[in-house]
T-cell receptor, first 110, second 114 residues
Framework: KNEVEQSPQNLTAQEGEFITINCSYSVGISALHWLQQHPGGGIVSLFM???GKKKHGRLIATINIQEKHSSLHITASHPRDSAVYICAVIYGGSQGNLIFGKGTKLSVKP | GAGVSQSPSNKVTEKGKDVELRCDPISGHTALYWYRQSLGQGLEFLIY????????KSGLPSDRFSAERTGGSVSTLTIQRTQQEDSAVYLC????????????FGNGTRLTVT
């Protein structure tokens, strides 16, 4: 049973396209992370949000707690955005107990 | 250092041997987390330390796994009697204690059990 589902699993886009990655979860959460993992393994935290919307540069993250859904948007995508994007939810009130999605592998072609 | 430091970056060990993986968090971060990522699998929570509180060990897969955090800073993850299924990348992260603090990840230790 997957408590955190991401879609799509793989995504190929042309440079400049608007990209949306979705995350749905089935458990009650206190917050949600969006993470970026580049080839070679390094993971960077993009956003942590518990309500509404956050924006950083070309990245926008939204969450709807009632619908148990979050989206990560990338505007004006660029080849350097190519990475695996991972959604993770904070479950059970413990900051550490993250449940991770399996990730969305994004490839942006020039 | 500026970021979360993990050592070694790669470790190859024989089945049955014990291994120790080290994590040096960002200075001032009271929260420290261990995760692992097996080949082709997603990330999996192992253990979480928050200040002087008892750690959340709910993610440890067996009693062969243990972790310590000395002095509220450096942490060591120990795997006893390693098995081939323990092969994975072990990632450490740290953060401030607040509920809205982002996680800062180390580059991981790639463990291969032969």
């Amino acid at each position: 049973k997957n408590e955190v589902e991401q879609s799509p699993q793989n995504l190929t886009a042309q440079e400049g396209e608007f990209i949306t990655i979705n995350c749905s979860y089935s458990v009650g959460i206190s917050a949600l992370h969006w993470l970026q993992q580049h080839p070679g393994g390094g993971i960077v935290s993009l956003f942590m949000l518990s309500s509404g919307k956050k924006k950083h540069g070309r990245l926008i993250a939204t969450i709807n707690i009632q619908e148990k859904h979050s989206s990560l948007h990338i505007t004006a995508s660029h080849p350097r955005d190519s990475a695996v994007y991972i959604c993770a939810v904070i479950y059970g009130g413990s900051q550490g107990n993250l449940i991770f999605g399996k990730g969305t592998k994004l490839s942006v072609k020039p | 250092g500026a970021g979360v430091s993990q050592s070694p970056s790669n470790k190859v060990t024989e089945k049955g041997k014990d291994v120790e993986l080290r994590c040096d968090p960002i200075s001032g971060h009271t929260a420290l987390y261990w995760y692992r990522q097996s080949l082709g699998q997603g990330l999996e929570f192992l253990i979480y330390f928050q200040g002087n509180s008892a750690p959340d060990k709910s993610g440890l897969p067996s009693d062969r796994f243990s972790a310590e955090r000395t002095g509220g800073s450096v942490s060591t993850l120990t795997i006893q009697r390693t098995q081939q299924e323990d092969s994975a990348v072990y990632l450490c992260a740290s953060s401030f204690a607040t509920g809205t603090s982002p996680l800062h990840f180390g580059n991981g230790t790639r463990l291969t059990v032969t």
